[in-house]
């Protein structure tokens, strides 16, 4: 059973990623290498977007 639950997140996170990809100002071919990257390495692609991926407007002088 906690694997179950333990997919059911991951999929939330990776479902919530896709959104934001698709839904940035990035360039087409961005998106769709970070949704690929995504969907071949859920969890690991997850990870590495959430360090890499998005940028904030705050983070920039």
């Known amino acids: 059973m906690e694997y179950g ?5 991951v999929l ?3 479902i919530y990623a896709i959104i934001q990809i698709l839904s940035s ?3 087409t071919a961005a998106k769709i290498v970070w949704t690929l ?7 690991l692609g ?3 977007w ?3 991926g998005p940028k904030s407007s705050a983070a920039s002088i």
């Open 5 to 9: 639950i333990i997919g059911l997140l």
């Open 12 to 14: 939330a996170a990776d």
């Open 25 to 27: 100002g990035a360039s």
């Open 37 to 43: 990257v995504i969907l071949i390495l859920p969890v």
């Open 46 to 48: 997850f990870i590495i």
């Open 50 to 52: 959430l360090i890499a």
